[in-house]
C-alpha cells in the first residue's frame, strides 16, 4: 500500500547501503525505513505518518533520500 | 467507578464496620440456600449499578427461603436504569429502631474530604440537609496528618447526637473516613447506618465510588473484590461505535481519541478536539440547529492512523451524512497529521472528500502544511480569523439543499 | 508588569527528559524563559536544549549556588507526581505548575495542603501553565515560540481558564480584536486543582496592567460559584465576562457522563450549566455563548461604569 500524501525516493547509490539503512531506521520516528538484507527498504504502510521532521534526509548523503509531498505536486521536503 | 451495594458491604466490613450477616446469589436456589441458612425473615436486594431500586420493585421481603427464591428469581430478570443486576443480596431482615446516615465526599472548594453525618437516615440526605440542617453535622478533615477519633465525634455532635450512641458511632465515622482515604474513594456512604433494638449498630446499604485514576495502585482490592481491569463501569453500557473508538484509541499510543455517541442521534458526525474544544463546538453545533451524531477528542497529537480510525468510525454510524472537523487553536496536535487522517478515512470508504467533510477548521501547529493538502482535495476549510461558531454554522448550513436559502436562515435570530 | 511569573523567574522542569518535556523545555526558551535546571533521577550529567540535568531538586539548587529557582514545572508519570511536588516544595520553590493528568485526588489534596502549609502555589494539575505574552511563559501553553507570539500579544486582559486549548483560542481572539492578554493561566481541568479561579483574583487585583478578567468554564463543580461570592464580597474594581462550554451536558442524557476534562461531570443541581450561569450573572459576570463575542462583551465592561448595587 502506498502513500497517499507521502512518497520516500532512496536513491540507487544508497540503497544498498547496510550501515545507512541502520541509520536511517534509527533515524525515522515512525518507522518508514526498515534494515533489510539488501539495504535500504521503504515500509510503505508507514509512509503516511511522515512527520516531516527531515531526520532522514539529514542522515542519508546529499540526495540520498528524497521525502516528496504527493499533494503539494511531489514537491521535495527541504534539507 | 462504581462498586455495587455487595462490594461495598465488603469494602465496609473490611474497613472493621459491622454489617449483617448477608450473603450474595446469582440464581434463586443460591438466594434460597442463604435464606435457609439466615433462617428467619429476608429482604433480597437487585445488585445493580444505578439508582431507584426500591421504585423499580427491586427490593422484596420474604418470610421464607421459598418465598426469597421467586423474588430472587424475578428481580434477576429484572431490568432497571437501562442495566441487568449482576445477583441479589440477601440480607436478614434487621430489628431497627433508628436510621443513621454517615458519608465521606470531596469537596473541591476546600480541597479536602468532607465527613458527613445524620440522626435522620435512610432517606435522601440533599432533602435533610435542605429541611433539617440543625440534623446534619460535616467536618472536613486533613490529607497529611492521621484523622483522629475528635474529629468525627464532633461531626456526630453537630447533628444533635449524645450519649451511647456518639461514642458507639465515633470509630465507625472514623473507620469511614479511614476507608475513604486508604482505597482512594470519592464517595462512601453508609446509608442507613441502622441502630439495632440491641443498642448496636450495622451498615444496612453501603455506596462506594473509587476514583478512576487510583485504580492502578488499588489492584490487589481490586482482585479480591474479583473486578477484572476492563470491568469499566460506566454510567452506560458502550455502544458498538464506542468500543470501536476505544480499541482504535488502543491499538497506538500516540496522541488520545475519544469517541460517545449515547444520547446522540444525529447526522453530523463530530471530528473534534480538545477537551474544551470538543464541549464548545458541540454547544456551537447545536445553536445553530445541527444535531451531531456523536461526540468526540482529539487531543495529544495522534497518529495518522488514530485520526483516520475515529473518522471512519464516524462515517460508518448509521444515519451520518458528513463530517465537520474542527478544533480550537492546536499547539501540540498537528493540522496536517489531522487531515491526513480524515482524508484517508474518506478515501478508504469510498467517499469524495470534498463532499464528506462540511468544514475542516482546525488553526495552529503545521497549518501551512495541512491548508495545502485540504487544498489540493478540494475541501472547505477555514484559520483562526473564522470563530468556531462560524465553523459550526457552516458545517450545518451545508445540509441546506440551497445554500443562499442556508446563509439565510442561519442569520436569522 | 504580570501576575506569578515576570522576566526574571528563573524555573526548573522536573521529568524533563520526557518526551514531552523535552518539547517543552524547547519552547520556553525559545520565548525566552530562564530554565535554570531539569530534574530526572538517573539522568544526572545529561543536558535537555542546554538544560543541565540533574538527580534531585537540591542537586540544582546547589550547582546554582544555593539560589532555590522561583518555580518548577513537573510533567512526570501520575504515579510520580506527589514526591516530585513535595520535592519541589520542600527545597524551597514557591510556584509549581502541574502538567501531568489523570493524578489521584488524594495525591492531589496532599500537595495542595502542603502548599498551604509551605506558602507555594500550584497551579494545575493537568493545565499547559501560564505565559505573561512577550515576556515568558511556563508550561506548554500556546505550543512553539513562534505559534504563541501569533496567539498571545500584550495586553489588558487577563485569561483563565480549565481547558489548556481553550486559553490561546480566547486568548488569540482578545489579541485579534486589540485586546491582548495581561497573563493567561491554564489553571487545570481536574475536580481539585491548586488555584482556582477566586484564588487567583486577587493576584489580578493587584496588577495594574490588567483591566478585565476572562474566564473559560465548564460544567462540574464549585469553582464559578466560588467565584461569584468572591466577587461580591470583595467589591473587585476588574470587570470578568465568563465563556461556559457544555452546555448540551444539562440534557437528561447526559447526566452522570463525563466529558472534556476529568472535573466536567455533572453530578448534581449545583454542577449544570444553567446553574452556573445564572449564579454567574447574579454576581455581575455576563456570560457569553460565542468565543467570538468575548471582546465586544470585554469592550462594553471596560465602558460602562459599574452598575451593580
Ligand atoms: S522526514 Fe522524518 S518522519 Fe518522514 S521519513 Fe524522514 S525521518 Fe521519517
Known amino acids: 500500500m502506498a502513500g497517499i500524501f507521502i512518497d ?52 542519508a548523503p546529499p540526495g540520498g533520500v528524497r521525502v516528496l509531498k504527493l499533494y503539494d505536486g511531489g514537491a521535495a521536503l527541504e534539507r | 467507578m462504581r462498586f455495587y451495594e455487595y462490594e461495598s458491604r465488603r469494602l465496609v466490613e473490611a474497613a472493621g464496620i459491622p454489617v449483617t450477616d448477608y450473603g450474595f446469589a446469582q440464581t434463586a436456589e443460591e438466594a434460597r440456600k442463604i435464606a435457609q441458612e439466615i433462617g428467619g425473615p429476608t429482604v433480597i436486594k437487585s445488585q445493580v449499578l444505578s439508582g431507584g431500586r426500591m421504585k423499580a420493585g427491586g427490593v422484596q421481603f420474604a418470610d421464607t427461603p421459598d418465598e426469597a427464591a421467586r423474588h430472587a428469581e424475578a428481580i434477576l430478570q429484572l431490568e432497571i436504569g437501562g442495566h441487568m443486576p449482576r445477583g441479589v443480596l440477601v440480607d436478614p431482615k434487621a430489628q431497627v429502631k433508628q436510621e443513621y446516615y454517615a458519608s465521606v465526599v470531596w469537596d ?17 440526605i440533599e432533602e435533610v440537609a435542605e429541611h433539617h440542617p440543625e440534623h446534619v453535622g460535616r467536618g472536613h478533615f486533613s490529607n497529611l496528618l492521621p484523622f483522629s477519633d475528635f474529629q468525627a465525634k464532633q461531626v456526630i ?54 476514583e478512576d485514576e487510583a485504580r492502578p495502585r488499588q489492584k490487589a482490592v481490586l482482585a479480591e473484590l474479583g473486578i477484572a481491569d476492563d470491568d469499566v463501569r460506566e454510567v452506560h453500557e458502550p455502544s458498538p461505535f464506542e468500543t470501536k473508538v476505544g480499541a482504535v484509541d488502543a491499538a497506538d499510543h500516540r496522541g488520545v481519541i475519544q469517541g460517545k455517541d449515547t444520547g446522540f442521534h444525529g447526522n453530523l458526525g463530530l471530528v473534534i478536539g480538545a477537551g474544551g474544544g470538543s464541549l464548545t463546538l458541540t454547544d456551537a453545533v447545536r445553536s445553530h440547529g445541527g444535531d451531531p451524531a456523536n461526540y468526540s477528542e482529539i487531543g495529544g497529537n495522534p497518529s495518522v492512523a488514530k485520526a483516520c480510525g475515529l473518522a471512519k468510525a464516524v462515517l460508518e454510524k448509521d444515519g451520518v451524512e458528513k463530517l465537520a472537523v474542527m478544533m480550537s487553536i ?84 | 508588569m504580570s501576575i506569578l511569573i515576570d522576566e526574571d ?20 526558551l525559545d520565548y525566552g524563559s530562564k530554565i535554570v535546571g531539569g530534574v530526572t533521577p538517573g539522568r544526572k550529567g545529561r543536558e535537555v536544549h542546554g538544560v543541565p540535568v540533574f538527580d534531585t531538586v537540591e542537586q540544582v539548587v546547589e550547582h546554582n549556588g ?12 501520575p504515579a510520580f507526581t506527589k514526591d516530585a511536588v513535595l520535592e519541589a516544595i520542600e527545597n524551597g520553590i514557591k510556584l509549581v505548575v502541574i502538567v501531568t493528568e489523570r493524578i489521584p485526588r488524594r495525591d492531589v489534596a496532599q500537595m495542595v495542603e502542603l502548599a498551604g502549609m ?66 493567561a493561566i491554564s489553571i487545570g481541568g481536574d475536580a481539585i486543582i491548586g488555584s482556582t479561579y477566586a484564588e487567583l483574583m486577587p493576584l489580578y487585583e493587584a496588577d495594574e496592567q490588567t483591566e478585565a478578567i476572562v474566564i473559560y468554564t465548564e460544567p462540574g463543580g464549585r469553582m464559578e460559584a466560588q467565584l461569584a461570592e468572591w466577587r461580591i464580597e470583595n467589591d473587585s474594581r476588574l470587570p470578568i465576562v465568563a465563556f461556559m462550554a457544555g452546555r448540551f451536558m444539562d440534557d437528561e442524557e447526559m447526566k452522570g457522563m463525563s466529558f472534556g476534562h476529568a472535573g466536567t461531570i455533572v453530578e448534581g443541581k449545583e454542577d449544570t450549566a444553567t446553574e452556573k450561569i445564572a449564579r454567574l450573572e447574579s454576581a455581575g459576570i455576563p456570560v457569553v455563548e460565542r468565543i467570538d463575542a468575548i471582546p465586544d462583551a470585554v469592550k462594553q465592561q471596560l465602558s460602562s461604569p459599574r452598575n451593580e448595587s
Open chain 3, 9 to 28: 523567574t528563573t524555573f526548573i522542569v522536573q521529568g524533563i527528559t520526557g518526551r514531552e518535556a523535552v518539547n517543552l523545555t524547547r519552547e520556553c
Open chain 3, 66 to 77: 544555593g539560589r532555590v529557582p522561583d518555580g518548577s514545572v513537573v510533567t512526570v508519570p
Open chain 2, 330 to 413: 492546536v499547539s501540540n496536535t498537528r493540522v496536517d497529521i489531522v487531515a491526513r487522517g480524515v482524508i484517508k478515512a474518506c478515501l478508504e470508504l469510498g467517499k469524495e472528500p470534498s463532499e464528506t467533510i462540511a468544514i475542516f477548521r482546525i488553526p495552529g501547529a503545521w497549518e501551512e502544511e495541512g491548508f495545502k493538502i485540504l487544498e489540493r482535495y478540494g475541501i472547505d476549510y477555514c484559520d483562526r480569523s473564522i470563530s468556531m461558531h462560524e465553523a459550526a454554522r457552516r458545517a450545518v448550513a451545508s445540509f441546506q439543499e440551497d445554500p443562499a436559502e442556508a446563509e439565510a436562515e442561519a442569520a436569522r435570530p
Open chain 3, 118 to 183: 509551605r506558602g507555594a502555589r500550584i497551579i494545575g494539575p493537568n493545565c499547559l501553565g501560564l505565559v505573561v505574552p512577550g515576556v515568558a511563559k511556563m508550561g506548554g501553553i500556546g505550543g512553539p515560540a513562534r505559534n504563541t507570539a501569533q496567539a498571545y500579544q500584550t495586553g489588558s486582559v487577563g485569561v483563565m481558564s480549565r481547558s489548556g486549548g481553550m486559553t490561546t483560542e480566547i486568548s488569540s481572539t482578545l489579541t485579534a480584536a486589540g485586546l491582548g492578554v495581561s497573563t
Open chain 2, 108 to 124: 473541591g472548594t476546600a480541597k479536602k474530604p468532607l465527613l458527613l453525618f445524620s440522626d435522620m437516615g435512610g432517606v435522601d
Open chain 1, 8 to 59: 520516500v525516493e532512496v536513491s540507487d547509490d544508497v540503497r544498498g547501503d547496510c550501515e545507512l539503512a541502520k541509520k536511517l531506521q534509527e533515524a525515522c520516528p515512525v518507522d518508514i525505513y526498515a534494515a533489510a538484507q539488501e539495504g535500504v527498504e521503504v515500509v510503505e504502510q508507514n509512509l503516511d505518518e511522515c512527520i516531516l521532521c527531515g531526520l532522514c534526509v539529514e542522515t
Open chain 2, 157 to 210: 455532635a453537630a447533628a444533635g447526637v449524645t450519649g451511647r450512641e456518639l461514642t458507639r458511632l465515633t470509630p465507625i465515622l472514623a473507620r469511614l473516613a479511614g476507608l475513604f482515604q486508604d482505597r482512594d474513594m470519592t464517595l462512601a456512604e453508609i446509608n442507613p447506618l441502622a441502630q439495632l433494638e440491641d443498642g448496636s449498630f450495622v451498615a444496612l446499604d453501603a455506596h462506594m465510588e473509587m
